[in-house]
């Protein structure tokens, strides 16, 4: 398990960080996101097309507040399961990292599974 933010206070409600994470031996973009006070993490890459969510600038969710939105196809993603509700890949979900607030920062790694 790696540390993500040393200082979990820094991550806002509705607030994104980027970061990188090792899968199966290969370096991948992650993100984490803090909504309705508790923490999602998940690989940056889109259903759709494999593109980052973001443009780089860690702004993941939609001026409601409900959605995660890829900037490029506008898929719209549930912040807490990860699954696309609308839009070209819809059904589909990002790929879920186990997320764990301890020792003032957080600390995130691969999900065992999609319910984790």
């Known amino acids: 398990m790696s540390c993500v933010i040393p200082d979990a206070r820094a991550l806002r409600e509705m607030g994104g960080v980027r970061f990188t994470v090792v899968l199966e031996g290969v370096s991948r973009d992650a993100f984490a996101v803090r909504w309705r006070g508790r923490v999602y993490a998940y690989v940056n890459s889109c259903r759709h097309q494999s593109l980052s969510l973001d443009f780089g600038d860690a702004h993941f969710f ?18 807490d ?36």
């Open 62 to 79: 939609d001026e409601a507040a409900d959605a995660l939105v890829c900037c490029h196809h506008g898929a719209r993603y549930r912040p």
């Open 81 to 116: 399961s990860g699954q696309c509700f609308e839009g070209p890949c819809e059904g589909a979900r990002l790929t879920k990292l186990r997320v764990v607030e301890r020792d003032g920062g957080i600390w995130c790694e691969p999900a065992k599974s999609d319910k984790d």
